[in-house]
């Protein structure tokens, strides 16, 4: 491995690398020890709530003030990104926009290395009128580009792909994209679930229409904190079907339909925020801003090269590309019998998990240290010469 960059790592403060090799970024980040501080506070904020309103004076705000922790590290301004119960809920709310029914242009194009939450949802459009093309994988790790491109056409409304994808790690290359559809007058939403707190993300620049998440695995929160943006420009534009009051201009007015949107990203908001969520993320969103995407796409592309070169220096098969280039921050290695292995890993406290058809996942975030990738790689070897499976690409 090419020598190792000094950086703060701030493995003290997440206790679940004590238990061994985490390397499950794809999937759950470790708690921050900081994480039980901020439950603690919720629980304190909920049982004074008699005497001190939360909601005036905490938790009406946090969503907002979440969002805008989360629109930095996607590389977008202040006031772009509502907080949504999870990242189907995100895309469903987005879908909600459009009406494809009355309208030629009502082709979404999708790819088949999303992830299946998403390919659900766009398939549940097509009772509503829309078609859904997805862009087929030939090796089940990368698409052409040209390929996503010829897809695009003057009938694309929307083009909803995974930035990273979930079962090989393979990028897309979003300036091609956004171009081609502006070209074409489409819109882009890109699942940036898999690249948010370790890919460089650049919302603004790219003019990106809709980005959607979470926040359990990059970014080292809690469950049930999914994310959209939506561009600002485009915002006031936008009805979503899936809505609720909160979404309403003036939510405490409690007054008859018909709905009056928010002007701000709000209007993307349904019902009663998920406050313990929010609680959850915060530490998580302070470290990965304090430590940088940058520094940690560096570190990732340094440790990604590695368990990739060490892969194909045994003839193991690697389900991930080859190129930095078009690659995340995980490494899929080919296995035969991937819960049987990710059990033997577990058991030497090596952490990492696997999907069908693709063998392990393994991802070192910037708290792993290079000897523990080192080290997880030289168990993967032992226990592969040990089964004797005939693993080799
Ligand atoms: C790329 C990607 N998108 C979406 C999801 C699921 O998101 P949610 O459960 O928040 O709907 C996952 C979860 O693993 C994922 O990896």
């Given at each position: 491995?090419?020598?190792?960059?000094?950086?703060n790592?701030?493995?003290?403060?997440?206790?679940?690398?004590?238990?061994g090799?985490?390397?499950l970024?794809?999937?759950?980040?470790?708690?921050?020890?900081?994480?039980?501080?901020?439950?603690?506070?919720?629980?304190?904020?909920?049982?004074?709530?008699?005497?001190?309103?939360?909601?005036?004076?905490?938790?009406?705000?946090?969503?907002a003030?979440?969002?805008?922790?989360?629109?930095?590290i996607?590389?977008g301004?202040?006031?772009?990104?509502?907080?949504?119960?999870?990242?189907?809920?995100?895309?469903?709310?987005v879908l909600s926009?459009?009406?494809?029914?009355?309208?030629?242009?009502?082709?979404?194009?999708?790819?088949?290395?999303?992830?299946?939450?998403?390919?659900?949802?766009?398939d549940?459009?097509?009772?509503m009128?829309?078609?859904?093309?997805?862009?087929p994988?030939?090796?089940?790790?990368?698409i052409?580009?040209?390929?996503?491109?010829?897809a695009i056409?003057?009938?694309?409304a929307?083009?909803a792909?995974?930035h990273?994808?979930?079962?090989?790690?393979f990028?897309?290359?979003?300036?091609?994209?956004?171009?081609?559809?502006?070209?074409?007058?489409?819109?882009?939403?890109?699942d940036?679930?898999?690249?948010?707190g370790?890919?460089?993300?650049?919302?603004?620049a790219?003019?990106?229409d809709?980005?959607?998440g979470g926040?359990?695995?990059?970014?080292?929160?809690?469950?049930?904190?999914g994310?959209?943006?939506?561009?600002?420009?485009?915002?006031?534009?936008?009805?979503?079907?899936?809505?609720?009051?909160?979404?309403h201009?003036?939510?405490?007015?409690?007054?008859?339909?018909?709905?009056?949107?928010d002007n701000?990203?709000?209007?993307?908001?349904?019902?009663?925020?998920?406050?313990?969520?929010l609680y959850?993320v915060?530490?998580?969103?302070?470290?990965?801003?304090?430590?940088?995407?940058?520094t940690?796409?560096?570190?990732?592309?340094?440790r990604?090269?590695?368990?990739?070169?060490?892969?194909?220096?045994?003839?193991?098969?690697?389900?991930s590309?080859?190129?930095?280039?078009?690659?995340?921050?995980?490494?899929?290695?080919?296995?035969?019998?991937?819960?049987?292995?990710?059990?033997?890993?577990n058991?030497?406290?090596?952490f990492?998990?696997?999907?069908?058809?693709?063998?392990?996942?393994?991802?070192?975030?910037?708290?792993?240290?290079?000897?523990?990738?080192?080290?997880?790689?030289?168990?993967l070897?032992?226990?592969?010469?040990?089964q004797?499976?005939n693993?080799?690409?």
């Amino acid at each position: 491995m090419k020598p190792e960059t000094r950086i703060n790592r701030r493995r003290e403060e997440f206790p679940t690398l004590a238990s061994g090799i985490h390397l499950l970024s794809h999937s759950l980040g470790p708690v921050p020890r900081a994480a039980r501080e901020s439950m603690l506070a919720y629980y304190e904020a909920w049982e004074h709530h008699t005497s001190e309103d939360a909601w005036a004076t905490s938790w009406w705000e946090m969503s907002a003030q979440v969002g805008d922790g989360i629109a930095q590290i996607l590389g977008g301004n202040a006031g772009s990104v509502q907080i949504q119960p999870n990242a189907s809920i995100a895309l469903s709310s987005v879908l909600s926009c459009f009406d494809f029914t009355s309208s030629k242009r009502n082709k979404i194009v999708a790819s088949a290395l999303d992830f299946p939450s998403m390919q659900y949802v766009l398939d549940a459009q097509t009772p509503m009128g829309a078609r859904v093309q997805i862009v087929p994988s030939d090796d089940g790790i990368a698409i052409p580009l040209e390929r996503v491109l010829d897809a695009i056409d003057d009938a694309t409304a929307l083009v909803a792909l995974s930035h990273v994808s979930f079962r090989s790690s393979f990028r897309v290359d979003v300036e091609a994209i956004v171009q081609r559809a502006r070209k074409h007058g489409a819109w882009v939403l890109l699942d940036v679930y898999q690249s948010a707190g370790v890919v460089p993300l650049r919302a603004s620049a790219w003019n990106i229409d809709f980005l959607i998440g979470g926040t359990i695995k990059w970014l080292c929160g809690g469950p049930a904190c999914g994310y959209l943006y939506v561009r600002p420009d485009l915002q006031q534009q936008l009805q979503p079907r899936l809505t609720g009051w909160v979404a309403h201009a003036a939510p405490f007015d409690f007054a008859q339909p018909p709905m009056r949107y928010d002007n701000s990203v709000r209007r993307f908001a349904q019902g009663t925020p998920s406050i313990p969520a929010l609680y959850s993320v915060l530490p998580g969103l302070q470290i990965i801003e304090e430590v940088g995407v940058e520094t940690m796409r560096a570190e990732s592309e340094r440790r990604t090269e590695f368990m990739i070169d060490f892969a194909l220096e045994r003839g193991w098969k690697v389900n991930s590309p080859r190129d930095v280039n078009q690659r995340g921050g995980s490494v899929m290695i080919y296995v035969e019998d991937g819960p049987g292995m990710v059990k033997r890993l577990n058991e030497r406290k090596v952490f990492v998990d696997c999907r069908p058809g693709v063998g392990l996942r393994m991802s070192a975030h910037f708290f792993n240290t290079d000897e523990e990738v080192h080290e997880a790689m030289e168990i993967l070897a032992e226990l592969i010469s040990c089964q004797g499976n005939n693993i080799l690409g």
